[in-house]
Each structure stands twice: as structure tokens, then as C-alpha cells.
């Protein structure tokens, strides 16, 4: 039986839909807000037909939401950095959001069950996804931002559930639940933002920055996914040490 929220949501999806369309004629940020708004309910009411949904087992529904929210921002707020021209902008943004928004919400509909069929290939995508938008937001979007007093805040709330979406396999294989886990991907986004501050003190170039703050993301959610899954041994450690000296070296010699 349809419950009545389910209408509630289709209505507002329909109400945003008119207004993304008109805000080709708005700001860039009132632009971006309105296409945000869309996709979180969008993925809402793909959410709700999943049989999980349907049979009320599917909870914290709004862990879904992050990731598309959060690639549909980035990605048009580093369009928005290119400077396209407005008509320009009214084609490709479109554009660029319904094919995020499709992909997207194909993975996270298959990713939800872990016996479901396509499971796993759903799993890889949103991954290569939320890497996707963790090279946007360190690489393309923060070095345009590195000396704002907003930088620490823009990494703090964009990486924790960026983290958070990476450590979902982890709670399927090992049963961990959101309350247990959710401290983690906080304190991940908050050692970063602290991490931002001091790099911007130091007033090193923004790529160089952005670099090391994708090291320290991808350091801190792979030791704790392999925590979670029980796999932190010595010999893992070993290899992020590995890596860590590596990409050290790298961005010395080559980053800018």
C-alpha cells in the first residue's frame, strides 16, 4: 500500500524541478542549492520503492543522499570555477547533473542489499564515485579556496561523509551500525579541517595542499576500513607506510 509520503515527496520533487529550471536565470550558488535540493529527493523517491523501503527494513535513508548531494555539488561548483559563459552554463549544468544523478542512483538502488543482484559491481561504482569526488574537492575545489577562512569548514563537512560512504561495505561485512561507526568519518573530517588550517598557515600552493590533504584521507578511511573489517595487521601497515613515503616523495619532486 503507497503511504501518503510517498506523494508528499513526489510533489516536492516536481515543485524543485521547476524551480532548477528557472534557476538558469539565478546566481551560481542559488543555482547549485536548487540542484542539491533536487537530487536529495530524487534519491528519495528511488529510495522508497526498493523493496527494503517497502517493507520498512531500510533505515537512515539519508546516507544515500550523500553521496549524489555531494558529487552534483562539487562537480558544478568546479564548472562554476571554469567561468562558463551563463548560456553555456544553462546546456552543460543540466546535463552534467542528470547523467551524475542517473549513475548514481542506479549504484546506490543496487548497493543497498548486499544479496542483491549486481551488489558488488554497485559497490565498486560508488567507491570510484566518492574517490571522484574526493580528487574534486581536494584537487579542483579547495586549491580555488586554499587562503579562504571557509576552507577547513568546506573540508570538515564535506570529507566526514565522504568517509562515511566509503565505510559502508564495512558495515555490511561486519554488521557494524551506523551509531557505532558514526564518530569516525567526524573526526576524520575534523583532523583534515585541522590539517587545512595549518597548510594554509604555511601558505604552501594550493594543488601541494590539496595533495597532501587527499594522502591524509585516504590514509585515515583505508586503516580504519581495515580496522572495521578486521584486517589492520602488521603487514598492512606496512604498505600504507609504503605508500605514504612514496607519495611524499612525489609531491616534493613534482607537485608544485
Known amino acids: 500500500m503507497t503511504d501518503w509520503r510517498d506523494y508528499l515527496v513526489m510533489v516536492v520533487w516536481i515543485v524543485l524541478s521547476v524551480l532548477t529550471i528557472t534557476a538558469g536565470f539565478s546566481t551560481g550558488t542559488l543555482r547549485i542549492v536548487l540542484f542539491v535540493a533536487w ?9 522508497r520503492v526498493h523493496p527494503l523501503a517497502r517493507t ?28 562558463l ?40 561504482f560508488l567507491s570510484l564515485m566518492t574517490y571522484s569526488a574526493v580528487l574534486t574537492l581536494f584537487l579542483v575545489v579547495y586549491p580555488e579556496r586554499a587562503r579562504s577562512i571557509f576552507s577547513p569548514i568546506l573540508i570538515t563537512t564535506i570529507s566526514a561523509p565522504l568517509a562515511l560512504g566509503l565505510l559502508v561495505p564495512a558495515m555490511d561485512l561486519e554488521g557494524w551500525s551506523l551509531r557505532s561507526i558514526a564518530f569516525s568519518p567526524i573526526i576524520i573530517g575534523v583532523l583534515l579541517g585541522g590539517v587545512s588550517i595549518v597548510l594554509n598557515y604555511r601558505q604552501l600552493p594550493g594543488v601541494t595542499s590539496g595533495l597532501l ?44
Open 39 to 47: 537530487t536529495a529527493f530524487g534519491t528519495e523517491v528511488v529510495l
Open 56 to 83: 520498512r527494513t531500510l533505515h537512515n535513508r539519508w546516507r544515500f543522499w550523500l553521496l549524489p548531494c555531494i558529487a552534483v555539488m562539487l562537480s558544478l561548483t568546479a564548472l562554476g570555477d571554469l567561468g
Open 85 to 124: 559563459d551563463d548560456q553555456v552554463a544553462l546546456i552543460v549544468l543540466p546535463v552534467v547533473w542528470c547523467a551524475l544523478l542517473g549513475l548514481t542512483l542506479t549504484a546506490a538502488y543496487h548497493g543497498i542489499a548486499r544479496k542483491g543482484q549486481g551488489y558488488r559491481s554497485a559497490r565498486i
Open 213 to 256: 590533504l587527499l594522502l591524509g584521507f585516504y590514509l585515515a578511511v583505508g586503516m580504519l576500513f581495515q580496522w572495521l573489517t578486521k584486517r589492520l595487521t602488521v603487514r598492512v601497515l606496512l604498505e600504507f607506510g609504503f605508500i605514504t613515503l612514496v607519495s611524499l616523495l612525489l609531491i616534493h619532486f613534482f607537485a608544485p
